[in-house]
């Protein structure tokens, strides 16, 4: 199966600071990739869809200059948090499709970031 | 728009007993459904998926799931549950319906718990 990595796994950092997440495909390039968040004990809400080559498509009540996304190859799309708050921890996913068209996901392994 | 609804937050069986892990959807297209579990601190990791072939599909681990359209139903269920599948199991549909690469939706959750 198609693989999916993320990284860091986990991350603490102190509060106003910036935290980078990569999201690679490993074995396969992905044009869209997508960024979800999961809330403790919560499902995965969508974030946004990083699209290579053109700007991230963010759902209603994301703050775009907070997370800033960006798909700089076919490989890899990178999550930025800026000045992060302690209310931005939270477990970070991202997800990419194989195929275009398959409705399938691979998912990386999740982020866990923790602001002091 | 899309939705899905699994029932029960929480389910705890015996080792060896069935499980049974329901989900309904809402969907204005036909959809493609899809069962993700989740260890954790982990990513998601696929268990099955229905995509308008047949109607009972069979995945990993034992699992397998029926969709029944007049029921807009896509339950999980196991014969014999083994203390390995303790996790989360999360329920899905593609947002767009059909071959969409589009995102997921997915339910809030199941968290299994199996007892020795």
């Known amino acids: 199966g198609a693989v999916v990595s993320q990284h860091p796994s986990w991350v603490i950092c102190k509060s106003g600071t910036s935290v980078k997440i990569e999201c690679r495909s490993l074995d396969f390039q992905a044009t869209t990739m997508f960024w979800y968040r999961q809330f403790p004990k919560q499902s995965l809400m969508l974030m946004a869809t990083s699209n290579e080559g053109s700007k991230a498509t963010y759902e209603q009540g994301v703050e775009k200059d907070k997370f800033l996304i960006n798909h700089a190859s076919l490989t890899l799309s990178t999550l930025t948090v800026t000045s992060a708050h302690p209310e931005d921890s939270s477990f970070y996913i991202c997800?990419?499709?194989?195929?275009?068209?398959?409705?399938?996901?691979?998912f990386g392994e999740g982020s866990r970031l923790t602001v002091l | 728009a899309q939705s899905v609804t699994q029932l029960g937050s929480h389910v705890s069986v015996s080792e060896g007993a069935l499980v049974l892990l329901r989900c309904n959807y809402s969907?204005?297209?036909?959809?493609?459904l899809f069962w993700y579990v989740q260890y954790p601190n982990q990513g998601l990791q696929l268990l099955l998926k229905?995509?308008?072939?047949?109607?009972l599909v069979k995945g990993i681990n034992g699992f397998e799931a029926e969709f029944k359209k007049s029921e807009t139903s896509f339950h999980l269920t196991k014969p014999s549950a083994h203390m390995s599948d303790a996790a989360e199991y999360f329920c899905a549909v593609s947002a767009f319906g059909g071959g969409s690469q589009g995102n997921l939706i997915f339910g809030k959750g199941t968290k299994l718990s199996v007892k020795p």
């Open positions: 997800s990419a499709p194989l195929q275009e068209g398959s409705g399938e996901l691979f």
């Open positions: 969907s204005s297209v036909p959809p493609y």
């Open positions: 229905y995509t308008s072939a047949a109607t």
